[in-house]
């Protein structure tokens, strides 16, 4: 027997290990599995070139625990080592210059696990000690016995081994008793181990028999060696896509939409398969996430840095041996490599979309309405995406047809051009509350756009932008003859007196509301539109939207709603009013009053109480905010009672 130092300049890395590692001490299974895994690959490899001769036999990976002597075991069939290599790999590890590192580091647990690959020393996070009996592959070889009890020192000596390969037996610690538990460890195989090349068995499988659980004689296998993001696209199905969607997220109901299968090998490798999952609701966008994976060993689900911010709205994997794993997030995005895979992530993304688009337009526009806010958020925060997807970005009227904004520019330009040669696209984002202004804009033969998306508006103000003489106008933002304007304001025959003195009118009985401020305008809209309405200017109200999701213009969220009330003075019911303002009545009120005030003066007060003894007038105005679902409370009350009285 022989008794040594590990190869540390310091006695405290080991309680630097437990306490550092401590947020994340149940890395410790991944990485020895890991090695365990490495160590039958090695020996597969061995072989295929024979270096090793002979069948290999069984090469499960298992994990054992004994309750009893308190023992996690990982044992494995594969390379093994000799005394001289446990020497060299696990006594001389690299933990050169230690003490300077921690104490630089002594807050970033990642850097440390990162600079010295702590792998099999993890162990040491759960356990008092730990024992390593392990017999080579090569001939002759001697089987050899480490133990360490969580110091610098260690016993090595010769021992008895009939199999191949490496059992590395873990003390578990009386305060990681958890690890002794059969559900925490499959829990942790099942997150870790899930897509490993190599089986791993844990206890054997169980069944349900007359109302109680019994073992089988089958070993209970953990993972799925051959995932399908590892195989072929053209050996896979569409089944077999949507099955491995299901092995991946066990409590998803709901089929994807499609895939995209990643498969690169320069100047980075990286192969993984994402979908486009059928979201039902916000809550669902994040409960499922991309899986990160470093050859098949599961690293991480936030991948925030490494896939564009609207990817990771998609289900599915990456497993890159290229993307560095353990280096703090802020080093992650200026990595070239993590630049590089991100590109390239979003091209294919593209291309995929692209590619279904053209192959089967009818299909795509189905999917669309699932699709939309990914591609919408890819267009919004991702340049070169952007110039894409704007091939395959659509539009949905309100008949439920689907276009591009080339297309559907083309489709309406010669109905919706305004005298300015501007490009005046018509939506809404309530159908049933814009009815009256739809039908109005219908009847003119305009097109109405369906945008209720939660980034439509940000999508529209992007579409202006890059489209010189384009805009978009909510269907209730003016009259529609105002919204697309074809020639000069059609002009009506009211004297300004008349006109100040209605728009007074109007104003007078507005019923005043908190944050809220309606702005009388009098204009000839047409005959057969309603004699009054509420518009809402489409600036105005888009800011307000928009500064609800950004930071930086809550100065628009605080100002009040803005709706004009247009008195359409083409109305035959307003005409009336206004003629009968102006009949001989005012005009003798206004010459009896000559001389004291002016003209005008007089006209509006004369008007004023006029309008004031005509009770159409407020009914008028409850009509439009009704019309606009504004009418509430007391005022629809009096509403209600008028309307009685009136019949
Ligand atoms: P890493 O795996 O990052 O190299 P580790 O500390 O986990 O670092 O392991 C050090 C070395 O010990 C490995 O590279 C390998 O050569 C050897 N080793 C560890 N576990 C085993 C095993 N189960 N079988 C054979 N060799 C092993």
Redesign the pocket.
């Known amino acids: 027997m022989s008794k040594g130092n590990i190869g540390v300049t310091s006695d405290n890395i080991f309680p630097v290990i437990k306490k550092f590692l401590y947020s994340d001490h149940e890395i410790f299974l991944r ?1 020895l599995i ?3 895994v ?2 039958t690959q090695k020996l597969k490899t061995l072989s295929s070139v024979g270096e090793v001769k002979g069948d290999l036999g069984d090469l499960r990976v298992r994990v054992i625990i004994n309750k009893e002597k308190k023992t996690l075991t990982v044992s ?1 069939h ?4 000799t005394a001289e290599e446990v020497d060299k ?2 006594n001389q ?1 690299a933990f050169s210059g230690a003490e300077e590192f921690v104490n630089k580091y002594k807050d970033r647990t990642e850097a440390i696990i990162g600079h010295f ?5 993890s162990a040491f996070m759960v356990s008092k000690k730990v024992e390593i009996f ?1 017999l080579s592959y090569q001939e002759d070889a001697k089987a050899v016995h480490w133990s360490c009890e969580g110091d610098p020192e260690y016993t090595m000596e010769e021992t008895i081994k009939a199999e191949r390969g ?1 059992d ?1 037996v873990l003390h578990i610690d009386d305060e990681f008793s958890q690890y002794l538990e059969d559900a925490t460890i499959e829990g942790l195989l099942r997150k870790y181990c899930k897509f490993l090349p190599v089986e791993i068995a844990f206890g054997k499988k169980k069944e349900w028999k007359d109302g109680k659980e019994v073992e089988l004689d089958e070993e209970n296998i953990i993972n799925d060696i051959n995932p399908a993001w590892t195989r072929k696209p053209a050996d896979l199905t569409d089944e077999d896509y949507d099955k491995f969607y299901h092995e991946l997220y066990p409590t998803q109901m709901e089929e994807p939409l499609f895939h995209i299968h990643l498969n690169v090998d320069y100047p980075f490798n990286l192969t993984g398969i994402l979908y486009f999952p059928k979201i039902k609701s916000n809550l669902d966008v994040h409960r499922n996430k991309i899986q990160l994976y470093c050859n098949q060993v599961y690293v991480t689900d936030e991948v925030e840095n490494i896939v564009p911010e609207y990817l990771t709205l998609l289900h599915g994997v990456i497993d890159s041996p290229d993307i560095p794993l353990n280096v703090s997030r802020s080093y992650l995005q200026s990595d070239n490599n993590v630049k590089k895979i991100s590109g390239y992530i979003t091209k294919k993304v593209a291309d995929k979309l692209a590619e279904l688009y053209k192959a089967d337009k009818e299909e795509f526009a189905k999917k669309w309405d699932d699709i939309k806010m990914f591609i919408q958020f890819g267009m919004l925060t991702d340049e070169k995406f952007y110039e894409k997807a704007k091939d395959f970005a659509l539009l949905k009227n309100l008949d439920g047809k689907y276009a591009t904004l080339e297309e559907y520019k083309e489709q309406v330009k010669e109905a919706q051009t305004d005298k300015d040669g501007n490009l005046v696209l018509l939506y809404t984002n309530d159908p049933d509350a814009h009815y009256t202004f739809i039908e109005r804009a219908k009847a003119k033969g305009y097109d109405v756009l369906l945008m209720d998306g939660e980034l439509d508006v940000h999508t529209m103000s992007q579409a202006e932008q890059k489209n010189e003489k384009l805009r978009f106008v909510r269907i209730d933002s003016d009259t529609i003859e105002n919204l697309i304007r074809k020639d000069e304001n059609a002009k009506d025959d009211y004297s300004d007196e008349q006109r100040e003195g209605l728009r007074k009118a109007f104003e007078a009985f507005i019923p005043k509301a908190e944050k809220l401020n309606y702005y009388v305008t009098c204009e000839p809209a047409a005959a057969d539109a309603l004699p009054v309405f509420l518009t809402q200017n489409e600036f105005m109200r888009r800011m307000k939207e928009m500064s609800a999701h950004q930071q930086g213009m809550s100065f628009y969220g605080q100002m009040p709603d803005q709706y004009n009330l247009v008195v359409n003075t083409a109305h035959p019911l307003i005409q009336e009013l206004a003629a009968k303002m102006t009949s001989e009545q005012v005009s003798e009120e206004v010459e009896k009053k000559e001389g004291e005030e002016t003209k005008k003066e007089t006209v509006i007060k004369t008007v004023y109480s006029l309008a004031n003894e005509d009770e159409r007038l407020k009914q008028l105005i409850d009509i439009a905010l009704l019309a606009s679902g504004q009418l509430k409370g007391e005022a629809l009350a009096k509403f209600v009672n008028r309307s009685v009285e009136l019949l």
């Open positions: 990485e890991s090695n365990a490495d160590a494995d594969g390379i093994g080592m790999y696990i590890i690959g702590l792998g099999f020393y392990s490496t590395v």
